[in-house]
Nanobody
Framework: VQLQASGGGSVQAGGSLRLSCLAS????????MAWFRQAPGKEREFVVA????????YYSDSVKGRFTISRDNAKNTVYLQMNSLKPEDTAVYYC????????????????????WGQGTQVTVSS
């Protein structure tokens, strides 16, 4: 089982990036998915989560209104569209998948996710 995050890079403040997380080895169409990030010297923090159906989402206050999460279960892929990027968004971004569930739930708690990708670097310069 592997989660492959991609799409990171370096942009100037105000720019945009789109991250992708491709799952392989099993289907995650019944799993909640999330993005977390970790800046240098800081703990990993929750960014956004999406339920298995896409019907429920939960954003951290720091990205609400700027970031949009979506998923394509047919492609086993989750996306994170990041607009109006700020220098404080600089971090390694990780995607995560939770266990299968019949409930359309999301969680901001990292221990609720059992699979993690390797991370992709996002650097925003001022």
């Amino acid at each position: 089982v592997q989660l492959q995050a991609s799409g990171g890079g370096s942009v100037q403040a105000g720019g945009s990036l789109r991250l992708s997380c491709l799952a392989s080895g099993r289907t995650f169409s019944n799993s909640p998915m999330a993005w977390f990030r970790q800046a240098p010297g800081k703990e990993r923090e929750f960014v956004v989560a999406i339920s298995w159906s896409g019907g429920s989402t939960y954003y951290s206050d720091s990205v609400k209104g700027r970031f949009t999460i979506s998923r394509d279960n047919a492609k086993n892929t989750v996306y994170l569209q990041m607009n109006s990027l700020k220098p404080e968004d600089t971090a390694v971004y990780y995607c995560a998948a939770g266990p299968d569930t019949n409930y359309d739930i999301v969680s901001p708690i990292n221990t609720d996710y059992e699979y993690w990708g390797q991370g992709t670097q996002v650097t925003v310069s001022s």
